[in-house]
């Protein structure tokens, strides 16, 4: 969404701002464009709910590497290449996976929630107003969370922004903001967290790498000899491990509808396309499940196989 035509203009702006002020106007040139995203993305959902997550990746997958891509950073910001390489060095992570990302970016610059919220609620209000007979009711997804003072924190910057925005455009559109659940803290907190969130989204690619603690992109360096040594018998991120990863999700519901009984919950990951685990998202009372395109077809009919079963 954001390297797409000139808009990893903008957000390389942003990211390069000395003041909020100026990364306030780089997000401003990104808005039209996240919301024209997302009035199509509603448009082409029909009505039907649609789930948003905001700003999840690191920063510094955004930056240039090469040095031509540099240059021209920064004769367009009006900095020396040496500030801009400074900048780049500055975003570098030892572990970016369990670094400055998700909902950190929004505690750190919380002008990137309000940004992605103006979108979301505008866009919908939009698109009711050419469809009053759909029900939209944006999900705003907020990745990361693993306490839940930084979900309550996060959430005051998006119900602030969106009854804003849904108050000057005297509409009476309905929303709801929910989390990921990717940090086994977040699991084993989940009624905290469930009174602030009103959804649960299971981010069982992340939320495998951190009960595991090895990386998905590390782990076919050793994966071979666990298979031969019989310790595993299965790839972990191909298929849900039900007995670790698989309990944290099951505490994580059952915490969570403590608080809120109809707190709807699903699944977002590479898992969701497994039939087994579709399966056992099911004996668990999930909602849903979400997963690469390709893999549709195959969950469906594993959700439908699970329930007559």
Same mark, same amino acid.
């Given at each position: 969404?954001? $390297?797409?035509?000139?808009?990893i203009?903008a957000?390389?702006?942003m ?6 002020e100026e *990364?306030?106007?780089?997000?401003d ?7 024209g995203? $997302?009035e199509? %993305? ?6 039907? /709910?649609?789930?948003?997550r $905001? %700003?999840d990746? /690191?920063?510094?997958?955004f ?13 367009a ?9 400074s900048?780049?060095a500055a975003l570098?992570e030892a572990? /970016? ?6 909902c950190?970016?929004t505690v750190?610059?919380?002008?990137? +929630? ?9 866009a ?5 107003k &050419?469809?009053p ?7 705003i997804?907020i ?7 930084e ?9 602030e922004?969106a009854d804003?925005?849904?108050?000057a ?7 709801e903001?929910g ?6 803290? +977040?699991?084993?907190t ?13 981010g069982?690619?992340d939320l ?6 090895f990386? *998905? ?5 050793f994966l071979g000899?666990?298979?031969?040594? &019989?310790? $595993?018998e299965?790839?972990p991120?191909?298929?849900l ?9 099951k505490?994580a519901?059952?915490?969570? *509808?403590?608080? *809120?009984?109809d707190m ?10 497994? /039939?087994?685990?579709v399966e056992?998202?099911?004996q668990?009372? %999930?909602?849903y ?5 390709f893999?549709?077809p195959?969950?469906?009919l ?8």
């Amino acid at each position: 969404m954001f $390297f797409e035509g000139n808009r990893i203009d903008a957000f390389r702006e942003m990211i390069c701002a000395d003041t909020a002020e100026e *990364r306030e106007a780089a997000l401003d040139k990104i808005l039209p464009m996240q919301q024209g995203d $997302f009035e199509q %993305l509603y448009e082409a959902m029909e009505g039907n /709910p649609v789930t948003i997550r $905001f %700003l999840d990746p /690191p920063l510094h997958e955004f930056v240039p590497t090469n040095e031509e891509d540099i240059a021209l950073l920064a004769k367009a910001q009006g900095k020396t290449v040496a500030d801009i390489k400074s900048i780049i060095a500055a975003l570098h992570e030892a572990n /970016p996976m369990m670094g400055h990302r998700g909902c950190r970016l929004t505690v750190t610059y919380p002008e990137i +929630a309000r940004m992605q919220t103006k979108a979301v609620i505008r866009a919908a209000i939009n698109v009711t107003k &050419k469809h009053p007979d759909w029900k939209l009711v944006p999900e705003i997804m907020i990745p990361l969370v693993g306490e839940a003072k930084e979900l309550a924190f996060v959430k005051k910057i998006v119900v602030e922004t969106a009854d804003a925005e849904i108050a000057a455009a005297k509409s009476n559109l309905k929303y709801e903001v929910g989390t990921m659940i990717e940090i086994p803290r +977040a699991a084993l907190t989940a009624d905290d967290i469930a009174k602030e969130a009103e959804f649960f989204c299971f981010g069982t690619n992340d939320l495998t790498q951190m009960t595991y603690g090895f990386s *998905r992109d590390d782990a076919g360096k050793f994966l071979g000899a666990y298979y031969d040594a &019989k310790i $595993f018998e299965f790839d972990p991120f191909a298929k849900l491990d039900q007995v670790g990863v698989g309990k944290l999700m099951k505490m994580a519901v059952q915490l969570g *509808r403590s608080v *809120r009984p109809d707190m709807h919950c699903g699944i977002c990951g590479e898992h969701g396309g497994d /039939p087994t685990s579709v399966e056992f998202c099911h004996q668990i009372g %999930l909602s849903y499940v979400s997963c690469s395109p390709f893999r549709v077809p195959i969950a469906r009919l594993a959700a439908a196989q699970a329930a007559l079963r």
